[in-house]
């Protein structure tokens, strides 16, 4: 089955520069990678996602990029702000599920001010 | 606020017991997915219904069931539960199966003593 893998664990940043968090997938045939952002006791909330006839896609300051023959796609996050501090989630939609996400071990990321 | 709602928001119990966690999904939305997010495990897929039918199964164990309702919300029951079980539990739901976004409701965090 799909197997998505995260990296780094932890990440920190200053207040103003820019994050890179990385994951690679394992079935070739995964069409759907969203990002999720989960804060200390809260939901994971979705904040930026690429489908699988894409390359990029950028939200102001986050983008996502996906490499299909590499399997890998990355979150990049620019000019990094205090309230950007949470723990990060890349998934993979695995060809042919019924919609089920397969979730890396998440990223948590601290931008100090 | 997604439109997801869960209940309970906590729940306590001790070793054996049975609980149940419920799940309304966002007007509209036909597809209900269950995820338990422990520390070392991150984010696991367990179960997922649409329109009331069983449509997908992650790492449920056999002590776990759901099932959807005709008015679309969902239930998890929890059974002969263990300290390992501890862990929050999300629902979160989608219009429709396939390439779709979920939106996680605010989980319910059960602890077994």
């Known amino acids: 089955g799909e197997n998505v893998e995260q990296h780094p664990s932890t990440l920190s940043v200053q207040e103003g520069d820019s994050a890179v968090i990385k994951c690679t997938y394992s079935?070739?045939?995964?069409?759907?990678f969203p990002w999720y952002k989960q804060e200390l006791g809260k939901r994971p909330q979705l904040i930026i996602d690429?489908?699988?006839?894409?390359g990029e896609k950028k939200d102001q300051r986050i983008a996502v990029t996906l490499n299909k023959t590499a399997k890998h796609f990355s979150l990049h996050i620019t000019e990094t702000q205090p309230e950007d501090s949470a723990v990060y989630f890349c998934a993979a939609r695995p060809g042919g599920s019924q919609g089920n996400l397969i979730f890396g071990k998440g990223t948590k990321l601290s931008v100090k001010p | 606020d997604s439109g997801v709602t869960q209940t309970p928001k906590h729940l306590i119990t001790a070793t054996g017991q049975r609980v149940t966690l419920r799940c309304s999904p966002r007007?509209?939305?036909?597809?209900v997915y269950w995820y338990q997010q422990s520390l070392d495990q991150g984010l696991q897929f367990l179960i997922q219904y649409y329109n009331g039918e069983e449509r997908a199964k992650g790492n449920i164990l056999e002590r776990f069931s759901a099932q959807q309702f005709p008015d679309l919300h969902s239930e998890l029951n929890l059974s002969s539960l263990e300290l390992g079980d501890s862990a929050l539990y999300f629902c979160?739901?989608?219009?429709?199966?396939?390439?779709?976004?979920?939106?996680f409701g605010p989980g319910t965090r059960l602890t077994v003593l």
């Open positions: 979160a739901s989608s219009v429709l199966l396939g390439v779709d976004t979920q939106y």
């Open positions: 079935d070739s045939a995964s069409n759907y």
């Open positions: 690429i489908r699988s006839n894409v």
């Open positions: 007007s509209g939305d036909l597809s």
